[in-house]
C-alpha cells in the first residue's frame, strides 16, 4: 500500500509541475501599420499571471541586457522589421543551448547570416534564396495535425509595407509543420520544430496572419509550454523531462 500511495503522490506532484503556468516571459518584437500585438495579446490571455516583459521596435540593446542578466521561463522574438546583432542573436544561441526554456525564433534578416548561430543550433539553416517581398508568397500547413496548425484555416500573410516579409528556410535536425510550397520542399520551411523538440525556428511570422494571428500564437504558445510540448527544466528541475 505505501509504494502505491507513493506512486500517486509522485503522479500527482509531477502533474503539478507540469501544468504550472511559465512565471517569467521575454519578448522581442515589432508593432508596425496595425500588425504585431498578436504575440502579446495571447501571452496575456493565455498566461494572465505571468511577468511579461516586452520591448517593441529599437530595442535589441535592452532586449539583449535583460535576456543576459534576468532569469526566464520563455523567449519570444519575432522581428519582423528591426534586425539584431551577431553578439545579440549569439546570446539567445547561448540561451537555447543551455536547455533553460522553450524559445521562439522569427527574424526578417535571418538571411544576412548574423544569426547563423542560432540558426544552427535550433535545426536551422541560414536561407540562401531571395527572402520574399511583399506582396508575399501563398502559405501551406504541411503538417496538418500537428497542434500547431490546429483551427487554423487561413495562412494568408498581411503585408504591413515591409520589404521582407519571411524567410524561406531550409533545415537540418528541425521538423518543418508548414512552408511556402502546397507541399514539403527543401529549403521551403515556415514554422519548424526546433532541435529540442519544443522550441520554435520560423521564417513565416504568426503576427502577421491577416485573419486568426492571436489564435495561431495560441497553438505555438501551447505547444512550447502546454500539453502538447514539455514544460522546461526550471519548473521542479526536471531535467529529465527536457532531453
Known amino acids: 500500500m505505501k509504494k502505491v500511495a507513493l506512486l500517486v503522490a509522485f503522479v500527482l506532484v509531477a502533474t503539478s509541475v507540469l501544468a504550472a503556468d511559465p512565471s517569467k516571459i521575454i519578448v522581442k518584437y515589432d508593432v508596425f ?28 540593446p535592452t532586449f539583449d541586457s535583460q535576456l543576459v542578466s534576468g532569469t526566464w521561463d520563455i523567449v519570444i522574438v519575432e522581428a519582423h522589421n ?19 526554456g522553450p524559445l521562439f525564433y522569427a527574424d526578417w534578416s535571418m538571411n544576412n547570416g548574423n544569426s547563423s548561430m542560432l540558426v544552427t543550433a535550433m535545426g536551422g539553416s541560414v536561407p540562401t534564396s531571395v527572402p520574399m517581398t511583399t506582396p508575399p508568397a501563398p502559405h501551406y500547413a504541411w503538417a496538418t495535425t500537428h497542434p500547431i496548425c490546429s483551427g487554423i484555416t487561413n495562412w494568408t500573410y498581411g503585408n504591413p509595407g515591409y520589404r521582407v516579409a519571411g524567410q524561406r528556410m531550409p533545415w537540418t535536425t528541425a521538423v518543418p509543420v508548414t512552408g511556402w510550397t502546397t507541399t514539403q520542399t527543401p529549403s521551403q520551411g515556415g514554422i519548424m520544430v526546433a532541435a529540442d523538440k519544443h522550441s520554435v525556428i520560423s521564417g513565416y511570422f504568426p503576427s502577421l496572419n491577416t485573419t486568426q494571428p492571436a489564435t495561431l500564437w495560441s497553438n505555438i504558445l501551447d505547444f512550447m ?15 529529465a523531462l527536457y532531453k
Open 225 to 239: 509550454w502546454g500539453s502538447s510540448g514539455v514544460a522546461p527544466q526550471s519548473l521542479g528541475k526536471v531535467k
Open 82 to 100: 528591426y534586425p539584431g546583432t551577431a553578439t545579440q542573436y549569439q546570446h539567445m544561441a547561448d540561451w537555447y543551448n543551455k536547455k533553460i
Open 33 to 60: 501599420s496595425g500588425y504585431g500585438e498578436a504575440v502579446i495579446t495571447a501571452l496575456k490571455a493565455k498566461w494572465p499571471t505571468a511577468t511579461i516583459t516586452s520591448y517593441s521596435g529599437a530595442t535589441w
